[in-house]
């Protein structure tokens, strides 16, 4: 699976979108883009996947560029209860596949 | 969404004792469950693959005698820390993924456990 690289660490005013970066620039054409985040001492949670259209669902918005080197995660109202690591993960759909997360971007959230 | 119901939350124990982590995903078949630990203000880390009726998958550096895994069901993985020392404390966490088909089984999303706390005294 393709790496990925993110900034370590973000924050958001409450009430604004929060917008977090994820670069793959090796990712391969089969390979889709991952996001989940992890609020402090539980498990993480799914957030969204695409492969290179944009994606939108009820938590978020995954903007993928038409190279398909990065990726950004649209959270469009941030509030405290966001404030959450972000992993970003590339893989290919199908097959047998081991997940493995990154540092991810930590994004705290302010009022 | 799917549910993956992990317990206990948090366990305290003493060293040289066992214990023992349930993972069961409450409304689907899991064919695969995934073990990980992770340790404060650092990511995930891979510990082990859980495979429905095989033996389960370890990571390099991850001692198989010490770390116990079962996986008997579709819907239940168990993580046993044997001999458990204060180094093993740390944040336990497992996913599943869904079982879909057999020609396109996929792990197309993960769905986890709220994790378990394991403190060693």
């Known amino acids: 699976d393709a790496k990925t690289t993110q900034p370590t660490s973000m924050d958001c005013a409450e009430g604004r979108a929060a917008n977090l970066p994820c670069n793959h620039s090796?990712?391969?054409?089969?390979?889709?883009v991952y996001w989940y985040r992890q609020i402090h001492s539980q498990g993480p949670q799914y957030i969204i996947h695409?492969?290179?259209n944009n994606e939108t669902n009820e938590m978020a918005s995954l903007i993928i560029t038409e190279d398909r080197k990065s990726s950004t995660l649209i959270l469009p109202h941030a509030t405290l209860r966001d404030t959450a690591v972000y992993y970003c993960?590339?893989?290919?759909?199908?097959?047998?596949?081991?997940?493995?997360f990154g540092r991810g971007t930590s994004l705290i959230v302010h009022p | 969404g799917a549910v993956v119901s992990q317990h206990p939350s948090w366990v305290i124990c003493k060293s040289g004792t066992s214990v023992k982590i349930e993972c069961r995903s409450l409304?689907?078949?899991?064919?695969?469950m995934f073990w990980y630990r992770q340790f404060p203000k650092q990511s995930l880390m891979l510990m082990a693959t859980?495979?429905?009726?095989?033996?389960?998958?370890?990571e390099q550096g991850v001692e198989k005698d010490k770390f116990l895994i079962n996986h008997a069901s579709l819907t239940l993985s168990t993580l046993t820390v044997t001999s458990a020392h204060p180094e093993d404390s740390s944040f336990y966490i497992c996913?599943?993924?869904?079982?879909?088909?057999?020609?396109?089984?996929?792990?197309?999303?993960?769905?986890f456990g709220s994790g378990t706390q394991l403190s060693v005294l």
């Open positions: 996913s599943a993924s869904i079982y879909r088909d057999p020609y396109y089984a996929t792990n197309e999303k993960l769905f």
């Open positions: 090796t990712i391969s054409g089969n390979e889709y």
């Open positions: 695409g492969l290179k």
């Open positions: 993960i590339v893989r290919e759909a199908g097959g047998s596949y081991i997940p493995t």
């Open positions: 409304d689907f078949q899991a064919t695969t």
């Open positions: 859980s495979n429905e009726g095989s033996k389960a998958t370890y």
